[in-house]
């Protein structure tokens, strides 16, 4: 088994919210909060609530009123997030809080740095939320975002809550069909888009895409385009906007799973939900206090984008938005943004870590990361070789890497460490505060050492409170498989010898050869071992005696180097051999430039699997189309 390579030993653990939160309650050991959390969770949130600072308009009745599978939080509360998001924050004059930055902007170009402090994100999400009362907009009513991770984004993120619509936010870089089929499924009255976005350099045609579709979204009422020197300039001359307070438990955000399994489905959020979970998670594990800089390199359009914007603004601390990709136009460009701005926290997936350390140089010396205090982590497992490189190279040795999973479907995390955590490389530790998840086998029984399916026994406040338009298809996906009082996650979980928690991928990605359940990861990690190797995806496909077999993806670090691909794939063919028996071996391994994956860094295996079996593809999801035409050449 793995070692530990990070012990909890910095200063500031000792004076972090959870050491203070610990010490409050009379708790000496965070093993023993944990458990108590997960045995009873109503005495949890009643103490982290008043913790986070969470307040009502109108107080709750009773904090859980349901339990799995339609839990009910706070009945009778009220409840505003602009309020506990932006405009507590002005309130406190003798602070000067109003003139402390909020947002810093970096745009794909160098150079296109901006930053709005608090009193600018009241004035234009004023701004917005005015044109939508001015357009007729309802309370209630359904507006979406296509835009990139910018200014005006967070502006009409915000300015749509402000009214007291509902806010679907949407990947900028779908194509037609993905976005028409998220208008039509949430129908959505309002769109914001932005006048242009660059990716690479590139004009990225948003507005026209949006312009195709039009006509087969009859619930659109007005589509805002926003021009983003109107926004630098600033709307001078607006009023705030009072928040509206909004049901506790109404809905207040639709968030769309990727789409590549099937039809997109729309997880229903809440105020409370979103606002305690991204609460809890900030603050306990990430430690988020009003200096810090926070940055998460991600989408809107994933869970992960309003993730980290509800949560770091609830606690005052400056968000860090990024519309480029982090090798452009120079391969350290990440590094120097870190730099310049003196971040504290860094969020990214292993999947870019894996793409961003094939560049490795001399970017340290020219970007010291010192100001990094905390590293993040989240999509997809890790491999030992890459965690370790972000571990030593990013982080110095120094910061732990908080590895949490969840999903878009709880708006937050099952599994993830805290900072008293030691920490094995690739593992997330454990379940998080107030989350009593567990390890099942097949027959439904708790696993303390081994592989089994991800599960959790408590009712969450940030669980989607269904599918829209599909209360049916919610039940089937997580309650179906162990009964209605058990969240089936569908991840593959492993517990080792010393109670540290790893995840091995989803378990619909899950290979079965001749009876054998085998998680992809095992696979790629075997395979990521060998230096040339940069990143793999392991797929099952089947076999008329075996089931299934596997091949596997491979992408090299340094293929221009590379003499014999031959010579190669046989070394990589007997290393695997070597590891997972003859069996169990992949039957062919294929070299390509680039695997498809997601603006947020999952590599989409699914995909990969059905365009090898030539069956119909929504490739709405995928960032690097050009990626599919190798998967087919490679063959």
């Given at each position: 088994m793995?070692?530990v390579f ?5 200063p ?7 050491a ?9 050991k ?5 458990q108590?959390?997960?045995k009873?969770p109503?005495?949890?949130?009643e103490?982290?609530?008043k913790?986070?600072?969470?307040e009502?308009t109108?107080?709750?009745?009773k904090?859980l009123?349901?339990d799995?599978?339609w839990?009910?939080?706070v ?6 997030i602009v309020d506990?998001c ?8 003798a602070t000067?809080?109003g003139k402390k930055?909020?947002l810093?902007?970096?745009g794909d170009e160098?150079?296109s740095?901006?930053i709005?402090?608090?009193e600018?994100l009241?004035?234009e ?9 001015a357009?007729?907009?309802?309370v209630?009513d359904r507006?979406?975002?296509?835009m ?8 009409s993120f915000?300015g749509i809550?402000r009214?007291?619509?509902?806010v679907?936010p949407i990947f900028?870089?779908y ?6 089929s998220?208008l039509?499924?949430?129908?959505a009255?309002f769109?914001?888009?932005q006048?242009?976005?660059?990716r690479?350099?590139?004009?990225i045609?948003?507005?026209k895409?949006?312009?195709s579709?039009l006509?087969?979204c009859p619930s659109?009422k007005k ?10 300039r ?5 009023i705030?906007f ?5 049901p506790a ?5 639709l968030l769309?799973?990727s789409?590549?399994?099937?039809k997109?489905?729309?997880c229903v959020h809440?105020p ?5 979970t991204t609460g809890k ?16 390199y ?10 980290e914007i ?5 606690f005052?601390?400056t ?5 480029g990709?982090?090798?452009y136009?120079d391969?350290d460009?990440l590094w120097k943004?870190?730099h ?6 860094l ?9 961003l ?5 001399e ?7 010192n100001?990094?205090?905390?590293l993040?982590?989240?999509g997809e497992p890790?491999?030992e ?17 908080m590895?949490i999973?969840?999903?878009t ?9 805290h ?5 094995k490389?690739a593992s997330l ?13 097949e027959?439904?029984k708790?696993?303390k050492?081994?592989l089994g399916h991800?599960?959790c026994?408590?009712p969450?406040p940030s669980?989607?409170?269904?599918f829209?338009n ?8 997580y309650?179906e498989?162990?009964g209605?009082?058990?969240?089936y996650?569908g991840?593959?979980a492993f ?9 091995r991928?989803?378990?619909?990605d899950?290979i079965k ?8 990861n ?7 071992e060998?230096?040339r190797?940069?990143?793999v ?15 596997c993806y491979v992408?090299?670090k340094?293929?221009e180097?590379?003499l014999s691909y031959?010579k190669?794939?046989?070394e990589l063919?007997?290393l695997?051999?070597?590891k997972m028996?003859?069996a169990l071996a992949?039957e062919k391994?294929f ?5 498809p994956?997601?603006?947020?860094g ?6 990969i699997?059905?365009?090898?079996l030539?069956e119909?593809?929504d490739?709405?999801a995928?960032e690097?189309?050009t990626?599919?035409e190798a998967i087919?050449?490679?063959?």
């Open positions: 793995s070692k990070y012990e909890p030993k910095a500031w653990i000792q004076q972090s919210h959870l203070n939160f610990m010490k409050s309650l009379g708790i000496a965070v093993e023993d909060l944990i108590r959390s997960q009873d109503v005495w949890f949130w103490k982290a609530l913790d986070i600072g969470i009502f109108k107080p709750y009745s904090l009123a349901a799995l599978p839990p009910k939080w009945e009778g509360a009220e409840m505003s506990h932006i405009d507590r924050h002005l309130k406190n004059d000067n809080f930055p909020a810093i902007f970096e160098p150079g740095t901006a709005w402090t608090f600018d009241a004035r999400s004023s701004y917005i939320a005015e044109e939508l009362r357009s007729g907009a309802k209630g507006a979406a975002l296509l990139p991770m910018s200014l005006e984004m967070v502006a915000f809550l009214a007291g619509l509902t679907i900028s870089g194509g037609g069909e993905a976005i028409a998220r039509q499924d949430g129908e009255k769109i914001f888009v006048e242009k976005t660059l690479r350099g590139k004009e045609p948003v507005r895409t949006l312009e579709i006509g087969e659109v589509v805002f385009i926003l021009k983003r020197e109107d926004f630098l600033g709307h001078r001359d607006v705030p009072k928040s509206l307070s909004r438990e109404s809905e207040c955000l769309y799973t789409g590549t399994t099937g997109p489905k729309a809440t409370f939900g979103v606002l305690a998670e900030l603050r306990y594990t990430f430690d988020v206090k009003t200096s810090d800089k926070f940055f998460w991600t989408d809107i359009g994933w869970m992960m984008g309003p993730w509800l949560g770091v603004l609830q005052g601390a968000v860090v938005l990024f519309e990709v982090p090798d136009p391969t460009r943004i870190i310049q701005h003196e971040v504290t926290h969020g990214i997936s292993p999947t870019a870590i894996r793409v350390k094939k560049s490795e140089s970017f340290l010396k020219r970007n010291p990361l100001s990094l205090r905390i993040g982590s989240t890790w491999d070789e890459s965690w370790i490189w972000f571990f030593e190279k990013i982080g110095q040795s120094r910061c732990p890497i590895n999973s969840g999903g479907e709880i708006m937050g995390c099952l599994l993830m460490p900072p008293f955590s030691k920490l490389p530790s454990g379940p998080g505060l107030g989350v009593n998840a567990q390890v099942f086998s027959d439904a708790p696993i050492q081994g991800l599960v026994l408590s969450l669980m989607t409170k269904g829209l599909s209360k049916e298809k919610y039940l089937a996906t309650f498989k162990f209605e009082k058990i969240w996650h991840d593959w517990i080792d010898e010393d109670g540290f928690w790893f995840l991928g989803r378990s619909d899950t050869i001749a009876g054998k359940r085998v998680g992809p095992e696979f790629e990690s075997f395979l990521m060998d230096a190797v940069a990143e995806a392991a797929i099952g496909l089947p076999h008329e005696i075996k089931g299934e077999t596997v091949s992408v090299l340094n293929p180097a590379t031959e190669i794939r046989e063919l007997k695997a051999t070597q028996g003859k992949p391994i070299f390509v430039d680039a695997l994956k997601t603006r947020s999952k590599i989409l295996r699914g995909l699997r059905k365009l090898i030539n119909k593809l490739d709405s995928v690097n189309p990626s599919l087919r050449k490679a063959h």
